[in-house]
């Protein structure tokens, strides 16, 4: 790495990318290197730092990023030779980001100097939740941040171009189709009125501002599936219909609201 101040953009929905995220930028900063944490749904795309190394965090959803994060992507301006690198988390195997990323990033001009992937428990509706193997998992995959994050800084990281064939299962994965299914799954949640204190926390964790708690149907269309709202929800009082599983929280509510 060459840059001297990095801008880590992270996006969390249970908190597994952020604490992958909190971790690297640990490293990074007992190394000496400024860090910036930065949330991705606050910052503008187009205003990144050119002088500044980029790192890029997020989950795996339905192996690849969510359009959420490609949307972000899509808007980075050009920037020649700006370094940038990416790590993503995961409970078992994406295939639709790791080389398509590259490609898209590669278009613009960046220096990809660095991706890995980070397995972490499993936040999609899991239905009975192990604790003594999240927390082995968890510790493994701090181990492992630590561990890239040292790989970065001394050049031994790579970002290596992954098989033709995700760029075509990334396009698949993208399809309006299946986004369109997620939306409405995220649209069907519904919320237990008698449990309900109106605290507004779910409005506020919402990164696409799709509930309204007032409205008689609180929750639109453009869900992205991040799963904040369901597990975060103080009262439990979010469920998915037809569903049954455990709330699962890899960070306390105040930090995913103030991090
Ligand atoms: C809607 C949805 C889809 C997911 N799809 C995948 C997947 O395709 N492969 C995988 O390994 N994990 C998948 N996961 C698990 C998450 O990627 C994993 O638990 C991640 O660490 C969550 O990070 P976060 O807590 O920062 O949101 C999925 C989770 C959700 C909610």
Same mark, same amino acid.
């Given at each position: 790495?060459?840059?001297? $101040?990095?801008?880590?953009y992270? !996006?969390?929905g249970?908190?597994?990318?952020l604490?992958v &995220?909190?971790?690297?930028? %640990?490293? +990074?900063?007992?190394a000496?290197?400024?860090?910036?944490?930065?949330?991705?749904?606050?910052?503008e795309?187009?205003?990144?730092?050119?002088d500044?190394?980029?790192?890029?965090?997020?989950?795996?959803? $339905?192996?690849t990023a969510s359009? !959420?994060?490609?949307?972000?992507?899509?808007?980075l301006? &050009?920037?020649?030779?700006? %370094?940038? +690198?990416?790590?993503d988390?995961?409970?078992?195997?994406?295939?639709?980001?790791?080389?398509?990323?590259?490609?898209?990033?590669?278009?613009?001009s960046?220096?990809?100097?660095?991706?890995r992937?980070i397995?972490m428990?499993?936040?999609?509706?899991?239905?009975?939740?192990?604790?003594?193997w999240?927390?082995?998992?968890i510790a493994r995959g701090?181990?492992?941040a630590?561990?890239?994050?040292?790989?970065i800084?001394?050049?031994?990281?790579?970002?290596?171009?992954?098989?033709?064939?995700?760029d075509?299962?990334?396009?698949?994965?993208?399809?309006d189709?299946?986004?369109?299914?997620?939306?409405?799954?995220?649209?069907?949640?519904?919320?237990?009125?008698e449990k309900?204190?109106?605290?507004?926390?779910?409005?506020?964790?919402?990164?696409?501002?799709?509930i309204?708690?007032?409205?008689?149907?609180?929750?639109?269309?453009?869900?992205?599936?991040?799963?904040r709202?369901?597990?975060?929800c103080?009262?439990?009082?979010?469920?998915?219909p037809?569903?049954?599983f455990?709330?699962y929280?890899?960070?306390?509510?105040k930090?995913?609201?103030?991090?």
């Open positions: 790495m060459n840059g001297s $101040v990095i801008d880590f992270y !996006f969390t249970t908190g597994n990318t604490r &995220a909190m971790k690297m930028a %640990e490293t +990074f900063r007992k000496g290197v400024e860090t910036n944490l930065l949330r991705l749904e606050k910052s795309a187009v205003s990144i730092n050119p500044h190394v980029i790192g890029l965090a997020f989950p795996i959803t $339905v192996q359009p !959420f994060i490609w949307k972000f992507v899509h808007a301006p &050009a920037a020649p030779g700006t %370094e940038i +690198f990416m790590v988390t995961m409970m078992a195997f994406s295939g639709a980001v790791v080389g398509p990323l590259r490609r898209v990033l590669r278009a613009k960046y220096s990809t100097i660095a991706a992937e397995i428990p499993n936040n999609w509706y899991p239905r009975k939740i192990n604790r003594r999240n927390n082995a998992v701090m181990r492992k630590e561990k890239y994050a040292g790989d800084l001394s050049g031994e990281a790579c970002w290596r171009r992954v098989p033709v064939l995700s075509g299962f990334c396009k698949l994965m993208l399809m189709s299946i986004w369109k299914g997620r939306a409405e799954v995220g649209a069907s949640f519904r919320v237990d009125l309900c204190n109106k605290c507004l926390i779910c409005e506020k964790l919402c990164p696409v501002e799709n309204n708690i007032d409205n008689e149907k609180p929750f639109d269309d453009r869900c992205i599936q991040c799963m709202c369901i597990m975060f103080p009262a439990t009082a979010i469920s998915r037809g569903k049954e455990e709330r929280r890899a960070v306390d509510l930090e995913i609201i103030h991090s």
